[in-house]
């Protein structure tokens, strides 16, 4: 089935520094990948829609100067949380849609990120 | 904001019954998906189920959809203490998903 990674499983910075996710399909093209939070025991909320080589879509409130998202290639898209807070801290998780499109199609998700900032 | 709210929000019982959980959405749907997390971890995809149908299964899942109502219940037979996880449905399909706010599921030995 298809697999989508994410690195690394867990980080801990400091307050004001940068961070970097990455999320991956394994073994399929991603035209999309999409990029979700999740507090503790809350649901997962759509941060923004990444697309293959041109910006991303932002949801209502999340800002995109503070969240950089870069989707250079069908296989990765990269979420960098700048100048990072205690706020900021929640678990990340990305997802893939494969190239056929359709909708019915399933997103993959990968397992998170955990990303702690003290 | 949520598209669904799922209830019940916890739910344990013992290995071997069966557990159902709930999901309603507000907005005309072409699909509704159900996931499973796992504590700590991603989502894993269960199933699908198109807006044409009424009940779709698969191995001990069954899933129905009712439309009319605008809910859909995710039923987990025989379950078993590895079911133990939080249960979301989403609608949306390809494109954007939007979460119910999940089921945290416990099946104790």
């Known amino acids: 089935g298809a697999v989508v990674s994410q690195h690394p499983s867990r980080v801990i910075c400091k307050s004001g520094t940068s961070v970097k996710i990455e999320c991956r399909s394994l073994?399929?093209?991603?035209?999309?990948m999409f990029w979700y939070r999740q507090f503790p025991k809350q649901s997962l909320m759509l941060m923004a829609t990444?697309?293959?080589?041109?910006?991303?879509?932002?949801e209502q409130g999340v800002e995109k100067d503070k969240f950089l998202i870069n989707h250079a290639s069908l296989t990765l898209s990269t979420l960098t949380v700048t100048s990072a807070h205690p706020e900021d801290s929640s678990f990340y998780i990305c997802?893939?849609?494969?190239?056929?499109?359709?909708?019915?199609?399933?997103?993959?998700f990968g397992p998170g990120t955990r990303l702690t900032v003290l | 904001s949520q598209q669904g709210e799922e209830d019940p929000q916890a739910l344990s019982i013992q290995e071997g019954e069966n557990a159902t959980m709930n999901c309603s959405y507000k907005?005309?749907?072409?699909?509704l998906q159900w996931y499973r997390q796992n504590s700590g971890r991603g989502l894993v995809h269960l199933i699908l189920i198109r807006s044409n149908e009424r009940e779709k299964h698969s191995g001990r899942l069954r899933v129905t959809l009712d439309t009319s109502k605008k809910s859909s219940s995710l039923l987990i037979t025989a379950s078993r203490a590895a079911d133990t996880a939080s249960y979301f449905c989403?609608?949306?399909?390809?494109?954007?998903?939007?979460f119910g706010t999940g089921t945290q599921l416990k099946v104790e030995l």
């Open positions: 990444s697309n293959e080589g041109s910006k991303a879509t932002y």
């Open positions: 073994d399929f093209q991603a035209t999309t």
């Open positions: 997802s893939a849609r494969d190239h056929g499109g359709g909708i019915t199609d399933t997103q993959y």
């Open positions: 989403a609608t949306g399909g390809g494109n954007k998903l939007t």
């Open positions: 907005t005309s749907i072409n699909n």
